[in-house]
C-alpha cells in the first residue's frame, strides 16, 4: 500500500564515497522512467479492454497486482539489507522497474473499467494525484511540514491501520459475506473515510522526499535513487488508486 520502510532507520549517516553518490535529480530522473514504463503496460492493458478481451485484460490485472507486490517486496528487503551491511543495493535496480512494468498492467486494467462506467474519471483521478504530489512537495521544500520522527510515527501507524482495514475486507468479503459497513459504500461516512486514506497517502510523500534529500546528502551509492523512485511510485500508485475509489463513491451518490 504505501513504504513506511522509507525512514530515518534506513538513511546511513555515514558518508559512502567509493562509488559515485546519489543525487536528488538522478532520483527524479529514475521517477520519471518507472513512470514511462508504467504508462506503456497500462495502455496495454487499456487497449485488451477497449478491443474486448476483458478476461485476459483481468489476468492482466491480478498478474500485475501479484507480481508488482512481490517486486516491491524484493526491491525493499534487499535494499534494506544492504544498508544495513553498508553496500550499495544490487536488485533494486531491476526490481523497481518491473515493479512499475507490473502496476501498469494493474492500473491500466482498472482505470479502463471505471472509465468505461463514468467517461472523464480516469483523467480527473490522475490530474488530482499529480496536484496532491506538487502541493506535498511545495509544503516540503517550504518546511511547512516536516518529516519529523513524531510525524513518521503517526504516518506509519495510520498506513499500517489503513492496510489492516483492508485485509480484514477482504477477508470479510470472501469468506463471511460481507464487508465492514459503510466505509466502503457512497454513504457519508465511506466519502469521510476516502478522504482520511487520501491524506494519509499524501503525507506518505513528505517521507518519500526526507528520504531522497537526506540520502543524498549522505553521499549514498547511486543505486539508491532507484529505491527512492520506487518509494515514490508506490506512494503515487495508492493516492491514484485512493483518490479513484473517491471519485466513484461520489459519482455513485
Not at 53 to 80: P, V, Y
Request: no cysteine.
Amino acid at each position: 500500500m504505501s513504504n513506511p520502510v522509507l525512514n530515518e532507520n534506513f538513511v546511513s549517516t555515514e558518508r559512502i564515497l567509493d562509488s559515485e553518490p546519489m543525487s536528488i535529480n538522478g532520483a527524479v530522473n529514475k521517477t520519471a522512467v518507472l513512470l514511462g514504463l508504467a504508462v506503456i503496460t497500462a495502455a496495454y492493458s487499456w487497449s485488451m479492454v477497449l478491443h474486448g478481451f476483458t478476461d485476459k485484460a483481468m489476468m492482466l490485472m491480478w498478474a500485475g497486482a501479484i507480481g508488482g507486490f512481490i517486486a516491491a517486496l524484493i526491491g525493499i528487503f534487499s535494499t534494506a539489507g544492504a544498508m544495513r551491511s553498508g553496500t550499495a543495493p544490487k536488485a533494486i535496480v531491476w526490481a523497481a522497474p518491473v515493479y512499475a512494468l507490473f502496476e501498469g498492467l494493474f492500473l491500466g486494467t482498472i482505470s479502463s473499467v471505471v472509465e468505461a462506467q463514468y467517461q472523464g474519471i480516469v483523467i480527473q483521478a490522475v490530474a488530482a494525484t499529480f496536484a496532491v504530489l506538487f502541493v506535498m512537495l511545495a509544503l516540503f521544500k517550504s518546511g511547512a511540514v516536516k518529516a519529523t520522527d513524531t510525524f513518521r510515527r503517526v504516518i506509519f501507524t495510520a498506513t499500517l491501520s489503513v492496510a489492516l482495514i483492508y485485509l480484514i475486507q477482504i477477508i470479510a468479503t470472501h469468506f463471511v459475506g460481507h464487508g465492514i459497513p459503510q466505509i466502503f459504500t457512497a454513504s457519508p461516512i465511506g466519502i469521510g473515510f476516502s478522504l482520511v486514506v487520501i491524506a494519509i497517502a499524501a503525507f506518505n510523500f513528505i517521507i518519500d522526499f526526507d528520504f531522497i534529500e537526506r540520502a543524498a546528502a549522505n553521499l549514498l551509492p547511486k543505486n539508491y535513487e532507484w529505491y527512492g523512485a520506487m518509494g515514490l511510485m508506490i506512494t503515487l500508485v495508492w493516492l491514484y488508486i485512493e483518490i479513484l475509489r473517491l471519485l466513484l463513491k461520489l459519482n455513485r451518490r
